[in-house]
């Protein structure tokens, strides 16, 4: 059973950075997108960034230009750097790795278990 295991999170000051990693136990399938997912208190969870095996990646509207997602398929890792970081980038950050026909389905694929970044003064 493949897991994920996400590191990096934290206490940052608004319009720092955090760099946050997803490292998988064993090797996952080389077509699978892996992505990064947020949930704040009281709020629905959303897709954050994701990158295809080939590396082309997509962006929620609010972290492009301040997020950069990517993977080392060699080492089944993938990494969140968070830059110019806000207050509401605050929420528990998880990984997920899934096929992309599954991709659409949060129910599968694998989820690490989450890492808490907070971003305040």
């Known amino acids: 059973q493949v897991q994920l295991v996400e590191s990096g999170g934290g206490l940052v000051q608004p319009g720092g950075s955090l760099r946050l990693s997803c490292a998988a136990s064993?090797?996952?399938?080389?077509?699978?997108?892996m992505g990064w997912y947020r949930q704040a208190p009281g709020k629905q969870r959303e897709l954050v960034a994701a990158?295809?095996?080939?590396?082309?990646?997509n962006y929620a509207d609010s972290v492009t230009g301040r997020f950069t997602i990517s993977r080392d398929n060699a080492k089944n890792t993938v990494s969140l750097q968070m830059d110019s970081l806000k207050p509401e980038d605050t929420a528990v950050y998880y990984c997920?790795?899934?096929?992309?026909?599954?991709?659409?389905?949060?129910?599968?694929?694998?989820w690490g278990q989450g890492t808490q970044v907070t971003v305040s003064s």
């Open positions: 997920r790795a899934a096929a992309p026909h599954l991709w659409n389905r949060p129910e599968f694929g694998i």
């Open positions: 064993t090797a996952i399938g080389v077509t699978d997108i």
């Open positions: 990158v295809l095996s080939g590396g082309s990646t």
